[in-house]
């Protein structure tokens, strides 16, 4: 008796369906960990602090996301606390057989409390296909600071990146009202559609930065001076708050770093960006 194997064409790659979830509460003065959850590839590591506050690192443990993966980040900053959020590496999407990688990240920010959003650069390889997308609750004196890179494959290793599918997708409420919505599609032309000015004018790395708090006016023209010509930088006031929005384009990721650095160390206040960003 022979056992018939199955075709080729048949077999289904195993795919990512990682979750992971932090709770962040006051604890004598100082954040700590309320409540911790890690399923899949989703891990979260959390560096020693000598000060009040907490950082995280996110990891995804399958190294990127293609076409069917599923990963989700949940982050929730209890009133009064402080929680600055990174991630190990950069994450990457890799060229799909088949459909798209969701990412998604819902962040709440409660009473008083302080939440820095920083991943490091996204990665966008030819021929992938990603959805993104980010979902912030904050209440009236909660002050959040968001940022998100996106490259267009890696230039010194002479990557380029002519078809790919990129959804990002942001709101942003403040005590339920919505303050900030935006949504960015690129594809499946690549090339002829960041060639466009309005789009980032042929450059392959660009990034947004979303500061949301009282003191967002403040931050608006130091800001300007380090953004240059190559972005620009918005501010409102809405929903009892403020709003500063800046946009940065650059040719390439250490280009744009040049420039992203400074600019979060000036957003973040007093707190120190994490030291995977000087690595």
């Given amino acids: 008796m022979t056992t018939q194997r199955p075709a080729i064409e048949n077999l289904q790659s195993q795919r990512v369906a990682a979750r992971g979830e932090l709770v962040a509460a006051l604890v004598d003065g100082r954040?700590?960990?309320?409540?911790?959850?890690?399923?899949?590839?989703?891990?979260?590591?959390?560096?020693?602090q000598a000060g009040p506050s907490l950082e995280a690192v996110l990891i995804n443990t399958a190294g990127g996301l293609t076409g069917g993966d599923r990963l989700s980040w949940e982050v929730e900053a209890r009133t009064g606390t402080s929680v600055t959020v990174t991630t190990q590496a950069c994450e990457r999407a890799y060229r799909s057989a088949g459909g798209h990688a969701e990412l998604r990240s819902r962040i709440a920010v409660r009473d008083g409390a302080t939440l820095a959003w920083l991943p490091q650069e996204t990665i966008l390889y030819d021929r992938s296909a990603l959805q993104r997308s980010l979902e912030i609750d904050l209440a009236p004196d909660a002050r959040t600071l968001i940022v998100e890179p996106v490259i267009l494959g890696r230039r010194a290793y002479g990557e380029t990146v002519q078809l790919a599918h990129f959804r990002d997708r942001w709101r942003v409420r403040v005590a339920g009202r919505l303050v900030h919505a935006e949504d960015f599609a690129l594809g499946p032309s690549v090339e002829r559609r960041i060639a466009r000015e309005v789009v980032t004018g042929g450059a392959l790395a660009f990034a947004t930065i979303l500061l949301v708090g009282r003191d967002a006016e403040a931050h608006a023209e130091p800001l300007r001076t380090i953004v240059g010509?190559?972005?620009?930088?918005?501010?409102?006031?809405?929903?009892?708050?403020?709003?500063?929005?800046?946009?940065?384009?650059?040719?390439?990721?250490?280009?744009?770093?040049?420039?992203?650095?400074?600019?979060?160390?000036?957003?973040?206040?007093?707190?120190?960006?994490?030291?995977?960003?000087s690595l």
């Fill in 229 to 277: 010509d190559a972005g620009g930088v918005s501010h409102w006031h809405v929903g009892g708050t403020g709003k500063l929005l800046a946009r940065l384009v650059a040719q390439d990721a250490y280009a744009l770093r040049r420039r992203l650095v400074p600019a979060l160390e000036l957003l973040n206040g007093q707190a120190p960006l994490p030291k995977l960003w």
């Fill in 31 to 48: 954040t700590r960990v309320s409540r911790l959850y890690q399923e899949g590839a989703a891990k979260m590591r959390l560096p020693q």
